[in-house]
Every structure is written in C-alpha cells, then in structure tokens.
C-alpha cells in the first residue's frame, strides 16, 4: 500500500502562512499526491494534487520534494475557516482514494 | 442543481432492515465513490465504480451491495442492516480515480437501532 506519514495535530495563528508536511518514501513513479481537508461536521474537500511539479490553486500551494518522497501543503494565510483535518494521500494507478489520519490543524486568532 | 447529492440526509432504521442511500452527480463523471466514516476509524472506502455496471470492492465492502445502471447515479443499499452500520456515509465523484479530484457529497448520517 503507498503509505504517508503526517504530524497528527500542528497549530497555526489566523493570517500566517502554514506549511502541513507529508512524508511518502515508498511512492511509485506513478502514484499521485492528493490532499484533502475535512471541516467539523462536513465532507472531505478537494484541495490540491501533483504529480511531480509544484502546484497552485486558489486554495493552496502543493511543494513536491525533487526526488518526491516528501511534500508540503502551504496555506499562505491561514483563516479561522481553515480549521480542520488535513489528508495527505497517495493514489496508485488501478486504485481509489484511501483516507489514513490526517494532520488536525488548529487555527488561533 | 448541479453538484452531488446524497438523499436521504438522515435515516433511522431498525437491525435487520433494508435500507438504501442515494447518489445522484449531474458532471457524467466516470467514478463514484462510496465511504463511511465512524468515531475512531476514520474514512473508509466501501465501493466504487469507474463506469455504469463496472464496480469494484473497497476496504469494508461486506454488508453492502451497490449497482450502477446509470452514469449519475450509485445507490449503496444495506441488505440487512446491523448496529454495526451506524456510520455517516459519504458519496463522491471524479472524472477520474487518480488524476483528478474527488467532490463529495454531504453525507447521510445512519442510525441502526
């Protein structure tokens, strides 16, 4: 199984960047990095995902590792809405999404 | 409205039952995905399907059949539920299993009594 190891809970102050680490040193060459966040009392929701290059979106920026064993989710200001559980996965080719614990961000005003 | 959505949102049934959730996505995406979610498991992967009549097991599959007659629709259906059911169950979708994100429904909180 392609496994990824995050801290379990990190905490941030309200308009400060975060970066949410993501160790994945048994990836294949085609698996691809997913992260997704979960708030309180809602489903999952699709932040970012890469392959091999860095990533932006609206949401975030996702820093992939050259030799891509490890990756970053960067939140460039956190907001009190950013709360929530932070998933870290890899997707096999031929597989689905498999949900592990995640990293708890805490977020302070 | 365009999106995913999950009917019913809440459901209480009793041990034994049958019982059925539903999915509906208005994008034709390819993939759908069923999970549960409990206290101290986290996410769990019961089903998917890449395309209509093609499904294929997750992790935690027994005790649950799906079918996928239409692109934009994937029922999860409890044959005979168990208190061990009880669960909040999440539907999603994606053009694709990898390449793509997934979009999740709401959920459906179920309750076994």
């Known amino acids: 199984d392609a496994k990824t190891t995050q801290p379990n809970s990190m905490e941030s102050n309200e308009e400060e960047p975060v970066h949410l680490p993501c160790n994945h040193s048994?990836?294949?060459?085609?698996?691809?990095i997913h992260w997704y966040r979960q708030l309180p009392s809602q489903g999952p929701e699709y932040v970012i995902h890469g392959l091999t290059s860095n990533v932006n979106n609206r949401m975030a920026s996702l820093a992939i590792a050259e030799d891509r064993k490890s990756s970053t989710l960067i939140l460039h200001r956190a907001t009190l809405r950013d709360a929530a559980v932070y998933y870290c996965?890899?997707?096999?080719?031929?597989?689905?999404?498999?949900f592990g614990k995640g990293t708890t961000l805490s977020v302070s005003s | 409205d365009a999106g995913i959505t999950q009917s019913p949102r809440y459901k209480i049934t009793e041990t034994g039952r049958q019982v059925t959730l539903m999915c509906h996505q208005t994008?034709?995406?390819?993939?759908m995905f069923w999970y549960r979610q409990d206290l101290g498991h986290g996410l769990r992967l019961i089903y998917y399907s890449a395309a209509a009549d093609i499904t294929d097991k997750g992790e935690v599959p027994d005790g649950y059949v799906v079918s996928r007659s239409k692109t934009e629709n994937f029922p999860l259906t409890l044959e005979s539920a168990t208190r061990s059911q009880t669960s909040v169950y999440f539907c999603?979708?994606?053009?694709?299993?990898?390449?793509?994100?997934?979009?999740f429904g709401s959920g459906t909180r179920l309750t076994v009594v």
């Open positions: 999603a979708s994606s053009e694709s299993a990898t390449v793509y994100g997934y979009t």
């Open positions: 996965i890899l997707i096999p080719a031929g597989t689905a999404l498999i």
């Open positions: 994008w034709s995406h390819s993939y």
């Open positions: 048994t990836i294949s060459g085609t698996d691809y």
